[in-house]
């Protein structure tokens, strides 16, 4: 197998277990292709095998600190990852079951509809493993693989940027109907965000139904998630549900009739929050709970400053717009945008809305997208519950 030989002192951070290897940490490469080599420091020891990318700036994944990656291996990560979900593809349940780095698989991403599995595959090796995963999936127990590569990453690995692929098994239906703590959704595979669904709020969604009550705003609802829980809770009297896609909305009205939500109790609002959270505050409206998932607001480390400025902008004019005791959900999903900084932005926030605000609860991306304590920035997705003061 070729080697990659890193620059000296490069090796600290492969033998912290960080799977991730930059063009500058390269001394010398013995390949130039995508495939497999072997990782050794400056002075020859070995450090791990890696899957090399010419064209990424990431130019070698390590899949592998201990033993040769061969298809055995491989295939027993796969089913490592699949098997420690305890995921029933019978059932309606949908779960991650592949977390890409987190699970020492590089770029790959398994998401799990009542029994059909959507890929996301971001790296040259996720992309050249497809057929080994397609394979494991099929063996344990999927109904159906498909594949979403709508992903713009995809371009920095010299990855074709396309659409929806139906891989394997039966054609998944038009909208799956998923069921998530008693509420049900439904998922298109196919034109909804991601792998059709953001799994990785669905711990979030289940601590703040339980914490909304009254008039509930739900920011960037997407198709409704936090809104359709909230509905289910017999404190609430009415879910008003914003987000810029009137395709979300659309799919989020058909959720709430699934659920069985009387008419009065929800409605839409196809708005930008940010000049809706405006208008509302111009005409003096107010809510007693609210609910803020914005999209990514950071790419990267260098867009921090800018980010902290729009999540503060956002998270000032809810505050403003919440009743006295009410409770205010704000997340944020850039990696780049640390727990510690995003709780300076919030607490600026409360500070310059004149507020005091306590911390309920603190959330994480859900257990079926577990974080790699080697990999800091698997730990992307944050989330505070705050009670306004009296
Ligand atoms: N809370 C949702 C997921 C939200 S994802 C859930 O639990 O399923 C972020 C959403 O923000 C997307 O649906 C996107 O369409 C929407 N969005 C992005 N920018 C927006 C803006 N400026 N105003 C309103 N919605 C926006």
């Known amino acids: 197998m070729k080697k ?26 013995e390949s130039s292709k995508p495939e497999m080599v072997e990782v050794v420091s400056f002075n020859g020891e070995r450090l ?29 990560k796969i089913l490592e990852a699949v098997s420690s979900r ?20 590089p770029g790959l991403v398994a998401d799990a509809y009542a029994g059909h599995v959507v890929l996301q595959l971001t790296s040259k090796f996720a992309a050249d493993t497809q057929a080994l995963i397609v394979e494991t999936l099929m063996e344990s127990g999927a109904k159906s693989v498909s594949e979403r590569s709508d992903v713009e990453v995809r371009a920095k690995e010299g990855l074709e940027v396309g659409g929806f692929a139906f891989l394997a098994g039966s054609e998944p239906p ?4 998923i069921e998530e703590s008693g ?3 439904l998922i298109d595979v ?42 289910k809770n017999a404190a609430v009297t009415h879910v008003l549900q914003v987000d810029v896609s009137a395709e979300a909305l659309k799919r989020g009205r058909e959720i709430m009739a699934l659920n069985a939500c009387p008419e009065e109790k929800m409605t839409f609002e196809e708005a930008d929050v ?12 107010s809510f007693d709970t609210i609910v803020l998932d914005p999209p990514k607001f950071a790419e990267s480390k260098s867009q921090v400053m800018k980010a902290a400025r729009g999540y503060k902008d956002i998270n000032l004019l809810a505050m403003k717009l919440l009743k006295p005791g009410g409770i ?14 995003f709780d300076k932005v919030v607490s600026e926030a409360a500070a310059d809305a004149k507020a005091s605000f306590r911390i309920l609860a603190r959330t994480l991306q859900a257990d079926d997208h577990p974080v790699s304590i080697s990999f800091p920035e698997g730990q992307y997705l944050k989330g505070l519950i705050l009670r306004k003061a009296l």
């Open 4 to 29: 990659v030989v890193l620059q000296k002192g490069r090796e600290h951070s492969v033998l912290r277990r960080h799977p991730w290897i930059f063009s500058g940490a390269i001394k010398t490469s």
């Open 48 to 76: 791990g095998f890696g899957f090399n990318s010419p064209s990424s700036q990431i130019r070698v994944r390590i899949v592998s600190f201990k033993a040769e990656p061969t298809r055995d291996y491989l295939k027993a």
């Open 86 to 105: 305890k995921y029933d593809f019978s059932s309606s349940q949908a779960r991650r079951l592949i977390n890409a780095e987190n699970d020492d698989l």
């Open 174 to 177: 038009e909208t799956i109907e």
């Open 183 to 185: 509420v049900k959704f």
């Open 190 to 231: 196919r034109k909804g965000h991601k792998t059709g669904y953001y799994l990785d709020q669905r711990a979030a969604r289940k601590a703040v139904g339980e914490y909304a009550f009254g008039k509930v705003l739900n920011c960037f609802s997407y198709t409704g998630g936090f809104g359709h829980y909230a509905a």
């Open 274 to 285: 940010f000049k809706f959270l405006r208008a509302c505050r111009d005409q003096g409206k």
């Open 328 to 341: 205010l959900a704000t997340f944020s999903c850039s990696s780049a945008m640390t727990s510690d900084l």
